[in-house]
């Protein structure tokens, strides 16, 4: 339960700011990120990110596993362009009969990709660490986000903690009683433990349905509420974004 537990109770530099603000520069750093045709932007907001995030002392273990699945991607997708793409051939290897080809134009592409994906990961758990959930819903309803959509969000993050409960207590019973004691009887034990969660997903949100009708719910959430622009956020926030838009144009 812990590595779900928001790490933004400590005051640190980007605890006060506006949502709304930390969303539309993230917004422009991520744009800036996927059009740039190189190396270099990509990991400058990528250490910058790193950076705050030692700065807001988010734990390792919970910073690694954001990170794990976007790098395993990226590695993938390097491996595919050195092996399967380009025309530049760079080395050559016969394995088991099979002709193994890796090509450098096809590196280069990969390593272009995976920086990418490596700054804009960065960006978006810099923005994921520093603000709140519901402040971060409502700065998405402020940029016209769909209601529903942002409706929807709240609720799964609401009730995603209720069924991870619910699945550890599962979890634990099939573990005392060896249901994990082979790979057969692991994903058997797996199987019912994922059908348990299906049906009680759907239990839950039939009963969340009809209590919110009865209780008149029409779609207005008051959390969704903002509060004024301060000047001193804005500029600061114009000024770094003018000094990334510099370093991204070098």
């Known amino acids: 339960m812990q ?10 530099l980007l605890s ?15 744009m800036l990120v996927l059009s740039y045709k190189g190396f270099a932007f990509p990991m400058v907001v990528a250490i910058l990110g790193f950076g705050l995030c030692l700065c807001m002392k988010i734990p390792f273990q ?11 991607i990226a590695l993938v997708l390097v491996a595919l362009k050195c092996f399967f793409s380009g025309s530049d051939v760079m080395f050559s290897l016969n394995l088991l009969g099979l002709d193994i080809v890796g090509h450098k134009d096809g590196l280069i592409d990969g ?36 209601k529903g959509f942002i409706e929807v969000l709240m609720f799964a993050y609401r009730y995603i903690f209720v069924l991870l409960e619910d699945a550890l207590v599962i979890y634990n019973a099939q573990k005392n009683r060896l249901g994990y004691s082979s790979i057969r009887r692991g994903l058997t034990s797996f199987g019912t433990l994922a059908g348990s969660l ?17 209780r008149g719910y029409d779609g207005n959430i008051p959390m969704l509420k903002h509060a004024p622009f301060r000047s001193s956020e804005v500029a600061c926030s114009i000024i770094f974004v003018i000094i990334m838009g510099a370093i991204w144009k070098i």
């Not at 590595?3 to 400590?10: A, G, M, S």
């Not at 006060?16 to 991520?30: C, F, H, N, S, T």
């Not at 919970?62 to 395993?72: D, G, K, T, W």
């Open 16 to 30: 006060g700011i506006d949502a709304r603000i930390k969303l539309i520069v993230a917004i422009v750093l991520l």
């Open 111 to 146: 390593l272009m990709i995976a920086c990418r994906i490596v700054g804009a990961v960065s960006i978006a758990a810099v923005l994921g660490f520093s603000t709140p959930f519901t402040r971060l819903m409502a700065g998405l309803s402020w940029l016209r986000v769909p």
């Open 62 to 72: 919970v910073f690694a596993l954001r990170f794990s699945e976007p790098l395993f």
């Open 3 to 12: 590595l779900f537990f928001e790490h933004l109770k400590k005051d640190h």
């Open 198 to 214: 299906t049906l009680k997903a759907f239990e839950t949100s039939q009963n969340t349905t009809i209590a919110m009708v009865q």
